[in-house]
Every structure is written in structure tokens, then in C-alpha cells.
């Protein structure tokens, strides 16, 4: 491959992207309309003067034919006079004419043949406008929503949605330290409040104690005054069994 073919082949693929990437989806839709729309006004003036031709042939045809059948009749009068010149010229015009009306026929045969063709094509160019036109409107209505999700993720992606979640999550950091410090102040203060009751409960139960026991006091000094005085001291029901046990020992020790 030369040089030159390199170097047109490289312009060439630029050219294209250039072209490709300047296309503005809808706006080659909407000329792709007005082309077709343009091309069904052609066609239906094609249709049109096919159908106006088709006509002069027509009306060509009938009067050819017309002529021939005028000369016949005249050609037979003619014979009926007994001018036997005059009959030949008249079918000699006669000739002439059905020559004429069976070229137009078969021209006639022809433009029908054509004017039908041409029916059909200008049928179908309305239909594929038609359809052309809903697939317009669709793909317009796709391309405007993905101009508007690609507009939505350029908008998403400036917005620095990162840092944003970061904020969000400092901030819940931030409000559940401060939920847990005013409930941390709210049990210390009820546990203040719970101690302040508790003191003052248990003060009232050494105050009680405290006057149990002076009453206790108070009626034991009662007791003790009203008992005999006594030089010995009273022995105790322990030390009498000690004692009981102390003297019988004592008298197995004699008894050896």
C-alpha cells in the first residue's frame, strides 16, 4: 500500500469520525422526514402526470378509433352510391386510424401498467413515512431520555457523592455521641436522685434501731433493779455440768 493511499485512507477514517460524532440523532431524523416528505411529493407528481399522460393516450385511442368507425360508414355510402373510389379512399383513411388506435392501445397498455406501478409505490412510500414517522417519535423520545440519564450521572458525578455520604455519616456518628451523653446524664442524674432517697431510708432505719435499742436498754436497767442482791454470783447451766463432770472423774481417780 503506497504513501498516498495511507494517508487518503487516514483522512478518510477522520472525516467519518468527525461526520459521526457531529450527528445529532434527531435532527438527522427530522431531515430524513423532509427527505422522504420530499421524495412523496415527487413521486406523487410522477403518479400524477402519469395518470394526465395515461389520459391523452386514452382520449387518443377513442378518437382513432372513432375515425376508423366514421370512414367505415363512409366507405360503405359511399358503395351505396356506386362510387367505388370514393369507397377506397375511405377505407384507406379507415386503415389508417385502427392502425393509430392499436399503436395507442398497446402505449395505453403500457401507462396503465405503469400508472398502477407507480399506485403502488406511492402507497408504500406513504405507508414507510408513516411508520417512519412513529419510529421517529420513539427513538426521539429514547434519545431524550438517555441525553437526560447521561445529564443525570454528569450531575451525580459533579456532585461528589462520596464526601456527601461521608458528611451523612459523620453527623450520625456525631448525633449518636450526643444521644449517648444525655443518656448517660440522664442516669446520673437518677442515680443521684436514687441515693439521696436511699440515705435518707437507711437514716430512718438506724434512728428506729437506735430507739430499739434505747428501749431496750431502758427496760433491761428496769429488770435488773427489780431482782434480789446477791453476794455469789448465780453459776450458769454450763458450769454446773462441767462441775458435775469435774467430780465424777474425781471419784473414778479414788476409786483405783
Avoid: C
Avoid at 35 to 48: G, N, W, Y
Wanted: glycine content about 6%.
Amino acid at each position: 500500500m503506497g504513501l498516498f493511499d495511507r494517508v487518503s485512507r487516514v483522512v478518510r477514517s477522520n472525516l467519518n469520525a468527525a461526520v459521526s460524532a457531529a450527528e445529532d440523532p434527531e435532527k438527522i431524523l427530522d431531515q430524513a422526514i423532509i427527505d422522504m416528505q420530499e421524495d412523496l411529493i415527487q413521486m406523487r407528481q410522477a403518479v400524477a402526470q402519469a395518470i394526465a399522460s395515461q389520459k391523452r393516450v386514452q382520449q387518443q385511442y377513442e378518437k382513432a378509433q372513432s375515425e376508423s368507425n366514421t370512414w367505415h360508414q363512409r366507405a360503405q355510402l359511399a358503395l351505396q352510391k356506386g362510387d367505388e373510389s370514393l369507397a377506397r379512399e375511405a377505407l384507406s383513411r379507415k386503415k389508417a386510424n385502427t392502425d393509430t388506435a392499436a399503436s395507442l392501445k398497446t402505449q395505453l397498455d403500457g401507462q396503465v401498467t405503469q400508472v398502477d406501478q407507480l399506485k403502488k409505490s406511492l402507497i408504500g412510500l406513504e405507508s414507510k413515512i408513516s411508520e417512519a414517522k412513529t419510529k421517529k417519535d420513539m427513538l426521539k423520545a429514547r434519545v431524550s431520555a438517555a441525553k437526560a440519564n447521561e445529564q443525570l450521572q454528569s450531575t451525580m458525578g459533579q456532585m461528589s457523592t462520596g464526601s456527601a455520604m461521608g458528611a451523612f455519616e459523620r453527623m450520625e456518628e456525631k448525633v449518636l455521641m450526643m444521644e449517648a451523653k444525655s443518656q448517660a446524664a440522664s442516669e446520673l442524674a437518677g442515680a443521684d436522685l436514687e441515693s439521696q432517697f436511699a440515705a435518707l431510708e437507711s437514716g430512718g432505719n438506724v434512728d428506729d434501731e437506735l430507739a430499739a435499742m434505747k428501749a431496750q436498754l431502758a427496760g433491761g436497767s428496769v429488770g435488773q433493779s427489780s431482782l434480789p442482791a446477791s453476794d455469789e454470783p448465780v453459776a450458769a447451766p454450763q458450769d454446773q455440768a462441767v462441775d458435775a463432770e469435774l467430780e465424777e472423774l474425781k471419784t473414778q481417780l479414788d476409786s483405783l
